[in-house]
């Protein structure tokens, strides 16, 4: 056995669903940094600041936790298909909402119903893992991650509409290219097969809808295995010190370190074509010696590289966001694989769901804070606290977490 990649394997699973989410993530993929990359400076421009950068943020990921226990009660009882399809449609057209924006509110209220959109996750979670096979799942999920090489010229373009047309004028065609991608890739998905016997559908009150979703959690909890909880919990506290800080990183770098919009393009680019090129690599790494070393790694990684981004330069932060796009490989590859061999089939949306919810919920207060403490406090504020949650992280997942003795089908 190798670490290298193997292409029949790699062809061995491009098909069925994966292949149809593949073809849908591509699209998606190559659109994302197009709007992303400046969405900081697009809010700023719209006359926002820092602290409302972690109000938006923290208000979607609240929505987003708020739906995902209905969006894992669906996967598992209604099926995956049919809310993954209708809400490709509707994040699509969520899009429209920001073209539009003339203040930083529609910015709001445009994120609000993309992340409820975004209550197909569970079901995106359990149809990627029902269909891989269960000695290809780092693989397959290394896939699903190096799918973003198709994105990599696009901070590059998301760079060029700024400098042509402006923070506000650019970001907004890029939002326009964003529609019309996911658009497609809503179209793409309509072709996806139920990988689950689906409860016949019949009209359900809402007070009913909410006992059994919260009541099928409940029942989940109780049946998983103490692994599952605490890997739940141990994998959604890893986004409180990843969103105290993700927010602010071009606010910093332009405002603090005095980077250019180009620059900050460039360094995008970087990260993005340095993570999907060594996802196989890793993917490959984590299915032939586990998952839990390089979820380690990967957190003391990220805590002791942070506070070298406070104090850096253009040529320091290349090699820095080179390193975080491995170690970002790393710790994703490795958690979702992992969350693949420990839960099992027939309640594995719900726990996703589980997952969503707490992740959202640490994902929220990690964004509202670190809004705070960079507005009200100082800029470095929410970085030093992020590389001391990241060290917490790191024990958290040393004590608690351990590799499946049988992995899940």
């Not at 209550?119 to 979670?125: C, G, K, L, V």
Request: charged share 10%; proline share 3%; hydrophobic share 55%.
């Amino acid at each position: 056995m190798s670490l290298t990649f193997n292409l029949r394997d790699a062809i061995q699973i491009l098909r069925g669903n994966f292949l149809i989410l593949f073809l849908s993530w591509i699209l998606m993929r190559f659109s994302d940094p197009l709007t992303y990359t400046y969405y900081s400076l697009f809010i700023i421009e719209l006359g926002g600041s820092p602290y409302v950068i972690g109000l938006i943020n923290s208000l979607s990921n609240i929505i987003l936790a708020l739906t995902q226990p209905f969006g894992g009660y669906i996967a598992d009882f209604r099926g995956r298909r049919k809310i993954i399809v209708s809400m490709s449609f509707l994040l699509a057209f969520s899009n429209i909402l920001f073209i539009l924006a003339t203040n930083w509110v529609h910015v709001l209220i445009g994120s609000i119903i993309s992340s409820f959109s975004l209550i197909y996750i569970p079901a995106i979670t359990a149809i990627t893992a029902d269909s891989l096979p269960q000695d290809k799942r780092g693989l397959g999920f290394s896939i699903s991650r190096m799918i973003g090489i198709f994105s990599v010229a696009s901070p590059a373009i998301a760079g060029f509409l700024v400098l042509n047309y402006g923070v506000v004028g650019g970001v907004k065609l890029a939002y326009m290219v964003s529609f019309i991608l996911y658009f497609i890739a809503a179209l793409i998905r309509c072709g996806l097969k139920e990988t689950i016997e689906v409860n016949s559908y019949s009209s359900i009150s809402a007070s009913k809808l909410i006992f059994d979703v919260f009541h099928g959690i409940i029942d989940s909890i109780r049946r998983s295995s103490s692994s599952v909880l605490k890997f739940v919990f141990v994998r959604a506290f890893i986004s409180l010190p990843m969103n105290m800080c993700f927010p602010f990183f071009l606010v910093y770098a332009k405002y603090v370190l005095g980077l250019s919009e180009i620059e900050w393009g460039i360094l995008i680019t970087l990260y993005h074509f340095s993570s999907f090129t060594s996802a196989l690599i890793v993917g490959r790494f984590i299915d032939l010696f586990g998952r839990r070393i390089p979820l380690l790694f990967s957190l003391v990684s990220q805590a002791v590289t942070l506070p070298i981004f406070l104090y850096s330069n253009f040529s320091i932060l290349i090699l820095l966001f080179i390193l975080w796009a491995i170690f970002d490989s790393m710790l994703f590859v490795s958690s979702d694989a992992m969350f693949a061999d420990i839960t099992p089939r027939v309640f594995r949306g719900r726990i996703a769901s589980l997952l969503s919810l707490f992740e959202n919920i640490f994902m929220s207060i990690g964004s509202f804070f670190g809004g705070y403490l960079y507005e009200y406090l100082s800029p470095h504020s929410p970085f030093i606290l992020s590389m001391i949650l990241f060290f917490i992280s790191t024990v958290l997942l040393h004590i608690l977490i351990r590799e499946p003795e049988v992995r899940e089908i």
